[in-house]
């Protein structure tokens, strides 16, 4: 079992795309097309290194 700390992934969140494009980018160096493009690139990823027995502290910045 594992402990994470994050905050931030900016799951929803459009304008990110606009004011950070360089930093979000696809699995092939691509910007994102949408939002949806992107929150599944931040699930899949977090679901690789994440494990279900795994704990994780979300700091702040939730939408919902």
């Known amino acids: 079992m594992t402990t ?4 931030d992934q900016h799951f929803g969140h459009a304008n990110i795309l ?3 494009a360089d930093a979000r980018r696809d699995e092939r160096g691509d910007t ?3 939002v949806k ?3 599944d690139a ?4 977090w679901n ?3 494990a279900p ?3 994780v502290y979300a700091l702040g ?3 919902v």
């Open 37 to 39: 493009h992107m929150d």
């Open 32 to 34: 994102f097309a949408s």
């Open 48 to 50: 690789a290194v994440v």
């Open 53 to 55: 027995d795994d704990t």
């Open 18 to 20: 606009k004011y950070e």
């Open 61 to 63: 910045d939730l939408r």
């Open 42 to 45: 931040l699930v899949e990823h």
């Open 4 to 7: 994470f700390f994050t905050a």
